[in-house]
Nanobody
Framework: QVQLVESGGGLVQAGGSLRLSCAAS????????MGWFRQAPGKEREFVAA????????YYADSVKGRFTISRDSAKNTVYLQMNSLKPEDTAVYYC????????????WGQGTQVTVSS
């Protein structure tokens, strides 16, 4: 059973930074894509960023390119989302997710962590 636990959310002023962490209980971390999604009040959940568990390829939503960086520490089975130059529109609950490399959708989700950016 895969378990994902996010941490690092909080309240920050516009222009500030936060780093989210996702600790994954995954036996073979390199067999998974790890992703970050977010859901703002009244909106659908949207993709933010993803990375192969084994490293290398990264993917970003256009809205966060150049501001957010996804990374992973395979030794710790942990994925990070460094968020810089935060904007009020980045306010959302951020979710960590995992899927096997061959899967078409993310099957495993964390409980979410709130990020609030004040103007």
């Amino acid at each position: 059973q895969v378990q994902l636990v996010e941490s690092g959310g909080g309240l920050v002023q516009a222009g500030g930074s936060l780093r989210l962490s996702c600790a994954a209980s995954i036996r073979t971390f390199t067999n998974y894509y790890m992703g970050w999604f977010r859901q703002a009040p009244g909106k659908e959940r949207e993709f933010v960023a993803a990375i192969r568990g084994g490293g290398g390829s990264t993917y970003y939503a256009d809205s966060v390119k150049g501001r957010f960086t996804i990374s992973r520490d395979s030794a710790k089975n942990t994925v990070y989302l460094q968020m810089n130059s935060l904007k009020p529109e980045d306010t959302a609950v951020y979710y960590c997710a995992a899927r096997l490399l061959a899967a078409s959708q993310y099957d495993y989700w964390g409980q979410g962590t709130q990020v609030t950016v004040s103007s």
